[in-house]
């Protein structure tokens, strides 16, 4: 029986996680979890997982759910995801909290001895640097959650990593894939959240359609699978059957395919070395798809994917710039405050203003990931 912290339970991630877990009482059992601030439907998954020990993000919460239900252990902040996350009772951390906010339960749960199964591609991005050492210091597990990520995993399954020629990232491209830069001046947030092909929480369906997505992971991917940046490749994918690839130097490409469902990834991360069968899961059959399509993406058009491979190239301090910018930046058009091209182009101004430094520590992150959100906030703040 694996037991299983949950962080961000009430999200995309976290319910599909509750889904996977469901099927599979045998094997696993959510002793912890946590939710931001929809008390509501953390109170409708409390009807089905009896976890022991619950996290909420604000103080009142917890007060109002510790006199409701007196045999739980409630906890709260920052603080209260660091102790779920390090109970001795946990095996693995299901980390799937968007944003910044998951690195440090991240890296305390690392250093409590915990495996990760890791969503939450922000902690990666801006502190691989030193969630990878940690990692290895600890003698743990970091499994990817995101789909490109294990299906990359899945690829390099009994191969050896000299033998990495190159990895194809695949991508949808987004809600707005077949728009051009003149067009993208006026789409409305609506039409941002209506991703093709999957159903996600907002921030990542924005990131999903400015192209950030895909460039958070060009870095998730080079720091969980040890790769330079001139050897990742992103490659438009409409369909997203083809989840990413691996190409070996005999020319060999591996890739893992299948249907789009977010459970496959989850699961396969709790499930690591074996598998099981994915309840629900819809079979792909080619054949009745018919063709897949592919095109190289323009770097011009895309901005997003320019900017993150110049930010992970310089490394340091500037990932977290840009992701600090971003989440921003990514806030302020999901709450009617910019348009969609002010995205990114207030990442670049930050990135631009940002005094570089090498090897960023804990806190120094901490700082500049304010800095780079205060600063977008102050460069709307003049228009
Ligand atoms: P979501 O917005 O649906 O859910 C986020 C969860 O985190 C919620 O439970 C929320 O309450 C919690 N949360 C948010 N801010 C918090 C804070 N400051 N403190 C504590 N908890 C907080 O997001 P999601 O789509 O499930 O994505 C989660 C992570 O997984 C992101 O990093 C995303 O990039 C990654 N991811 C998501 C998908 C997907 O299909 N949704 C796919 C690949 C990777
Ligand atoms: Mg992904």
């Known amino acids: 029986m694996k037991k299983i912290c949950v962080l961000g339970v009430t999200g995309s991630i976290g319910q599909q996680t509750v889904d996977v877990v469901k099927h599979h009482r045998d094997s696993f059992e959510i002793v912890a979890m946590s939710a931001g601030k929809n008390i509501d ?25 510790q006199r409701k239900y007196k045999d739980i252990h409630f906890y709260c902040g920052e603080d209260g995801l660091i102790s779920i996350a390090t109970l ?45 050492p940690l990692v290895k210091q600890n003698h743990v597990q970091l499994l990817p959650v995101d789909s490109e990520h294990s299906a990359i995993f899945q690829s390099l399954n009994g191969e050896r990593h000299c033998d990495i020629n190159k990895i194809i990232l695949t991508a949808s491209g987004g809600s707005f894939r077949d728009k051009s830069r003149l067009e993208l001046q006026h789409v409305t947030v609506e039409e941002a959240l209506k991703h093709p092909n999957w159903s996600m929480g907002a921030k990542i369906t924005i990131d ?26 992103v490659l438009i994918h409409p369909e997203s059957i083809i989840h990413s690839m691996v190409e070996f130097k005999d020319t060999s490409v591996i ?13 396969y991360a709790l499930t690591y070395p074996e598998r099981q069968p994915l309840i629900g899961g819809k079979r792909l059959s080619l054949g009745e798809i018919g063709s897949l399509h592919f095109e190289k993406p323009d770097f011009h058009r895309f901005r997003a994917l320019a ?8 490394g340091g301090s500037m990932p977290c710039v840009l992701n600090g910018a971003n989440e921003q930046a990514n806030a302020l058009f999901l709450n009617g405050h910019i348009s969609f091209l002010d995205i990114e182009k207030l990442v670049e101004e930050a990135m631009r203003a940002h005094h570089w430094i090498d090897n960023p520590c804990l806190d120094q992150l901490i700082e500049i990931d304010q800095w780079a959100r205060d600063y977008v906030l102050e460069r709307v703040g003049e228009r």
């Open 307 to 314: 900017l993150s491979y110049e930010a992970g190239r310089k």
């Open 41 to 65: 439907l953390l109170e409708k998954i409390m009807t089905t997982i009896h976890a022991k020990h619950i996290c909420v993000q604000n103080e009142e919460d917890m007060i109002y759910l």
């Open 208 to 233: 999903s359609a400015t192209l950030f997505n895909k460039g958070l992971e060009v870095m998730e991917a080079k720091w969980l699978f040890d790769v330079d940046y001139d050897d990742i490749e």
């Open 255 to 267: 890739a893992q395919l299948g249907t789009p469902d977010m459970r496959l990834p989850i699961q």
């Open 88 to 132: 001795s009772d946990v095996d693995i951390v299901l980390n799937a909290i968007v944003g910044f906010a998951g690195l440090v339960p991240t890296m305390k749960a690392i250093e409590a001895h915990k495996d990760i199964a890791l969503a939450n591609k922000e902690t990666l991005v801006v502190a691989g640097h030193l969630i990878i």
